[in-house]
């Protein structure tokens, strides 16, 4: 467990570097990221490098005893490349190109472009790669922020094209995967497909679902490159790439898969305000972030981490970029970067060091402040490093694996098919997985975040939030793990070219749970249908379930909640407390043992430390554990507090 800062040495005068450097590693921080922002100043102009600056503040940083992340600069090509290659501008769906002057103005699909990043990362790789400062390498930035995995560009247009030949071969294969015969759509070869926007009408929901399968592996094949290069000049160090919170624009397994680390940019505050919270619990929360939300990301990332996930970047006090930018409270700096170690991270890295006092991000709080004293997150990360050293002096077993008894499987293509079709306007695949896990969380269980093509063996309890198409083989190792599974509605609706299945839904899952989805209807948000012990929204499948056992009705007489052998299915989307009470029966059943924590307290498992974590405003008190067992904290955790004890 280390702490780490994003650090922009040409934000400052460089007078300033040595005395930051020191600052930095009296404070507790190991391991600094810098230059992922940096190109126009390490090529001012084409084909013309200045290294003598990146040079002086790596060996200032070295010489401090803090450990480099380097990181490649294409996240912001300088405008000298933009105005020599236009085609490096992605294009919106309006057809016009995303101008110069912010960031992540790029088309993954340019050539151009390509070839440019081919050449920086080199040139970095080979100047830095076997520095003895540098142990570590970020690739770009935040693949995909402001909504720039899809660009319609010609370029794009054109390899999507060869991206289809290769997936379908023939044309007339397409036509028939696609049902083109439909609406007389049908196309004589790939030449005649274009992009899927400026129809009059809905496009062809199956050419809309291979353009975003395309967009992904756009960045995957993107992503690759830079890596490679990485390998090639930097032998031995890990690459990471900094993910975001819950962003689902493309499949981070696949970029995952050529990591090494799997970090992720957390913003508890910011994420409570743009994502789908209600005004109540926005408010409830307005000062800490929900109690599950960060902890569901960093399940995600360690689930495809080889080696210990981190967070690259950490939220120490008020952003910038969300609608209103409250400040945290007193200790949730501290609480986020212990409840990160607690799910396994490796890593916890602060953005940044210090305020910047220009630019579009001046009002983004560091661990200090513009006129370079400590801030409130500052002081915290010092306590968090204090504490690190207290149980490394205590030699705890703090670092192992997490060893979670219930898997949740995550799937990003769900999220763009629903989005496709989603039938019901607000039938939003993250919330559902994101309400599902909560209720596990809020039962005091840890819980593994995982694809559906991961090996399920050793699970106790399988949770298969809305999954509309999966693997060929995923009925076979449901049932092969020996785990009680629960699937949600609309899983196995929909074959790989989104067509209904033959059989209908739930598809090939008919082999472990024996249902017949009939028909389907979606429901207003001001709408809800009772069922036994509580309610249902959003959505309901409405089945026949032959040889299996009814445990929950709606009114009307249709089953809610089906059971066959271990295999449980949800017709619908519950509210929370039914969805809560139906998750603690199966954990039960499945031989686990729920502890109904409230809203407010989460506990997490991680070696030999149990960590318990306040988000309320008033104290808690742990019952049955003596004193001496507590490493961090005691038997009352302060409001916004945090306790860890020997298990």
Known sequence: MRLGVCYYPEHWPETMWQDDARRMKALGIEQVRIA?????????????????????????????????????????????LIDRYPDILPVGADGRPRAFGSRRHYDFSSPSYFEASRVICTAVAQRYGKHPAVAYWQTDNEYGCHNTVVSYSPAAVQRF??????????????????????????????????????TVTEAHPSHRLDYRRFASDEVARYNRMQVDIIRAHSPGRPVAHNFMQLFTEFDHYDVARDLDIATWDSYPLGALEEQWYAPDVKAKYLRTGHPDYASFNHDVYRGMSKQPFWVMEQQPGPVNWAHWNPSPLPGMV?????????????????????????????MHAGLNTPDNRLDMGGSEAEQVAQEIARIEAEHVSANDA?????????????????EIHPQGADFYYPRFAFEYYSALRSLGFDVDIVPAYAALDGYAM???????????????????????????????SKTQS??????????????LLPVRVWRVESMRPNVTEPVDGGHARHWRDLIEAEGCTIHARFSDGHPAYVQSNKAHYFTSLFDDALTQKLLARIAEEAGLAPTPLGDDIRISRRGGLTYVFNYSHIKHKIDGIAGERFIIGSHEVEPQGVAAYQS
Request: aromatic content about 14%; hydrophobic content about 45%.
């Open 36 to 80: 992922e922002f940096a190109w126009s100043r390490i090529e001012p102009s084409p084909g013309e490098y200045d290294w003598g600056w990146l040079d002086r503040a790596i060996d200032v940083l070295g010489d401090a005893g803090l450990e480099v992340v380097m990181c490649t600069p294409t996240a912001t090509p300088p405008k000298w």
């Open 161 to 198: 094209r060869q991206w289809l030949k290769a997936r379908y071969e023939t044309v007339d294969a397409l036509n028939r995967a696609w049902g083109t015969v439909f609406w007389s759509m049908e196309y004589r070869s790939f030449d005649e497909i274009d992009a899927p926007i400026g």
């Open 334 to 362: 501290r609480l986020w970067s212990w409840e990160a170690f607690a799910h396994g991270a490796g890593c916890v890295s602060y953005f940044r060091w210090r305020q910047a006092p220009f630019a579009q991000e001046q």
């Open 402 to 418: 997490v060893r979670s008894k219930i898997a949740l499987v995550w799937d990003y293509e769900a999220k763009w098919l629903f």
């Open 462 to 492: 399988i949770v298969v939030p809305p999954l509309p198409t999966v693997p060929d083989d995923f009925a076979a190792r449901l049932k092969a793990s020996g785990a009680h599974v629960v699937i949600g509605p609309r899983t196995g």
């Open 498 to 511: 989104l067509q209904i299945p033959a059989n209908l839904p739930p598809g090939t899952l008919t082999s």
